[in-house]
């Protein structure tokens, strides 16, 4: 089975009025390395995108899907942060230690955060 990690990413504009072409990009630009089990969704209420990925191999060098979708994360952080762009990424790998969180744009809304938790079987 391998080394497994779950990975979030959000998308969203701090100036709704700066979204239509930041959501336009998101959609247009998908990378095909984005399987169908992927959750992509393209919330339309609170103007943002959210991609979640669960349970994956997400290696640099091990995928060249990986590349392709941290490719497209920085391309939409080059291209709109500028404009009010603010993307945000957590990946959480197997080891407690393994947690990886980026925050871009000027005025990030952290709608993404790491809750650990306790489970009793």
């Not at 349970?55 to 391309?75: A, F, G, L, P, Q």
């Not at 762009?85 to 407690?96: H, K, P």
Request: charged share 30%; aromatic share 14%; net charge negative.
């Amino acid at each position: 089975m391998g080394y497994r990690s779950d990975v979030v990413m959000a998308f969203y504009a701090d100036d709704n009025n700066n979204w239509a072409p930041m959501r336009l990009w998101l959609n247009a630009n998908k990378p095909s390395g984005i399987p169908r089990e992927v959750t992509y969704h393209d919330d339309t209420d609170k103007h943002r995108i959210i991609v979640q990925f669960r349970d994956v191999k997400w290696y640099d060098v091990y995928e060249d899907d990986v590349n392709s979708i941290m490719d497209w994360y920085r391309t939409f952080i080059d291209e709109f942060e500028p404009i009010g762009g603010c993307a945000e990424y957590i990946r959480v790998g197997d080891d407690i230690a393994d947690t990886e969180t980026e925050y871009s744009g000027y005025n990030v809304q952290y709608c993404l955060n790491v809750v650990r938790d306790i489970s009793i079987d």
